[in-house]
């Protein structure tokens, strides 16, 4: 098992940045893939950015490209999502994913509000 709590939501004005953090623990060795999700209202659930969980590049959604950075840091079994720029069309829950393989993402955290206001 592995244990996901996001942190580093809020309400923040357009043209604002937020960084949140995905802290991991448990069987965390076995993790291969690490990426974050959102889901706005009334919306499905979509990819928003991934990396490898211990090597790996960034991959991303075109609509965050240029904006918004993952990145991770090992010794702390943590996964950040730097968001720049943001825009109200980002106002979403965002989730943090772990994947044991590249197939699918197997564990995930319980969510953290982003509000950006006009």
């Known amino acids: 098992q592995v244990q996901l709590v996001e942190s580093g939501g809020g309400l923040v004005q357009a043209g604002g940045s937020l960084r949140l953090s995905c802290a991991a623990s448990?069987?965390?060795?076995?993790?291969?893939?690490t990426a974050w999700f959102r889901q706005a209202a009334g919306k499905e659930r979509e990819f928003v950015a991934g990396?490898?969980?211990?090597?790996?590049?960034?991959y991303y959604a075109d609509f965050v490209k240029g904006r918004f950075t993952i990145s991770r840091d090992n010794a702390k079994n943590t996964v950040y999502l730097q968001m720049n720029s943001l825009t109200p069309e980002d106002t979403a829950v965002y989730y943090c994913?772990?994947?044991?393989?590249?197939?699918?993402?197997?564990?995930w955290g319980q969510g953290t509000q982003v509000t950006v206001s006009s």
């Open positions: 990396i490898g969980w211990s090597v790996g590049s960034a």
């Open positions: 448990g069987r965390t060795s076995s993790s291969v893939s």
């Open positions: 994913a772990v994947g044991l393989t590249y197939a699918r993402y197997d564990y």
